[in-house]
T-cell receptor, first 112, second 116 residues
Framework: QKEVEQNSGPLSVPEGAIASLNCTYS??????FFWYRQYSGKSPELIMS????GDKEDGRFTAQLNKASQYVSLLIRDSQPSDSATYLC????????????FGTGTRLQVTL | GAVVSQHPSRVICKSGTSVKIECRSL??????MFWYRQFPKQSLMLMAT?????????EQGVEKDKFLINHASLTLSTLTVTSAHPEDSSFYIC????????????FGDGTRLSIL
């Protein structure tokens, strides 16, 4: 089992729709969870961080965390073509505050 | 503006060449920096942790003699890919934790290394 799993996609949604991205992780000791957006050929850019169970909203983005199910998701409302990118889920390694384990990413395509 | 500067952004060189990549923290001191590698359509994989004033710690499977890391000062870490071969072609990214430690990390812009 991979430590951080994501569906590679591509996930295709029409402009204006809600995109839902999912991630599961294996290490129950992880406490910090992140969503990064990565455009082709660029380094990751932090979109959302979440540390406690429940929802966290920031503009069009909502992160959801369920530690019991070891599941974290990202919802993007009113999807725009500029949201087309690969979204990486990252989880801190248990016992370390700084080291991250990344999923392979989900490629999102927002169509006109 | 960028808080971590990575240089160069792109390197193309012949097989057998050694390549040095620099990672600088701007406006803050980074006693720890991380080096990642990302192959096409794959995730970022942590290669090593660069520690100022001490040896780098390498992840399992990463050859320390192949990937030399030097944390020369509180603002600079370098990664040298020694005697690079085509299979070393990848996207190399550095990051630094914030001043207070932990998260979120600041990522450099990455270096695209292509070995012919």
């Amino acid at each position: 089992q991979k430590e951080v799993e994501q569906n590679s996609g591509p996930l295709s949604v029409p402009e204006g729709a809600i995109a839902s991205l999912n991630c599961t992780y294996s290490d129950r000791g992880s406490q910090s969870f992140f969503w990064y957006r990565q455009y082709s050929g660029k380094s990751p850019e932090l979109i959302m961080s979440i540390y406690s169970n429940g929802d966290k909203e920031d503009g069009r983005f909502t992160a959801q965390l369920n530690k019991a199910s070891q599941y974290v998701s990202l919802l993007i409302r009113d999807s725009q073509p500029s949201d087309s990118a690969t979204y990486l889920c990252a989880v801190n390694r248990a016992g370390t505050a700084s080291k991250l384990t990344f999923g392979t990413g989900t490629r999102l395509q927002v169509t006109l | 503006g960028a808080v971590v500067s990575q240089h160069p952004s792109r390197v193309i060189c012949k097989s057998g060449t050694s390549v040095k990549i620099e990672c600088r923290s701007l406006d803050f001191q980074a006693t720890t920096m991380f080096w990642y590698r990302q192959f096409p359509k794959q995730s970022l994989m942590l290669m090593a942790t660069s520690n100022e004033g001490s040896k780098a710690t390498y992840e399992q499977g990463v050859e320390k003699d192949k990937f030399l890391i030097n944390h020369a000062s509180l603002t600079l870490s370098t990664l040298t890919v020694t005697s690079a071969h085509p299979e070393d072609s990848s996207f190399y990214i550095c990051s630094a934790p914030p001043r207070t430690g932990g998260q979120p990390q600041h990522f450099g812009d990455g270096t695209r290394l292509s070995i012919l």
